[in-house]
């Protein structure tokens, strides 16, 4: 398995860039420019943010599976300790919205340093009539 902490060129590897917010090129902390959206670019090295196509496949997977595990915690609690309502509201809102913000800026982060590495581009036209 290859080494995921840094590439040869001083790339940050794709674990460190996705935690960390670290540009894909230099390593720079420069990645957002908003809680969970993209700077335009890099203010270090230049690379353009713009033309890496994220999307918004994490977003889909975080709301199922955060969903899905404060459900089950919320049932827990509930048949464990049968709290009133107001505790699950003090409870879990903000475990859901630290954990979708922390969620989305690591998914969006890695999904666009994997782009960078396999040099990903959308495909024309062009790229399917090229045999």
């Not at 690379?47 to 595990?69: C, Q, R, W």
């Not at 690591?106 to 062009?126: D, F, P, W």
Request: a neutral charge; one cysteine or more; hydrophobic letters at 45%.
């Amino acid at each position: 398995m290859a080494d995921d902490s840094q590439s040869p060129n001083g790339q940050p590897g794709l674990g460190q860039a996705a935690l960390f917010g670290l540009c894909p090129q230099c390593g720079g902390k420069t990645l957002f420019g908003s809680l969970t959206g993209f700077a335009p670019r890099c203010r270090a090295c230049g690379l353009d943010y713009s033309s890496f196509n994220v999307g918004d496949g994490p977003a889909a997977f975080l709301t199922m599976i955060i969903g899905a595990v404060v459900v089950g915690l919320a049932l827990w609690v509930e048949f464990t300790f049968g709290p009133p309502l107001w505790v699950h509201v003090v409870l879990w809102l903000p475990v859901i919205t630290l954990g979708t913000v922390w969620g989305l800026r690591v998914s969006k982060a890695a999904l666009l340093a994997a782009e960078y590495r396999r040099n990903a581009r959308e495909a024309t036209g062009k790229d399917v009539r090229e045999e």
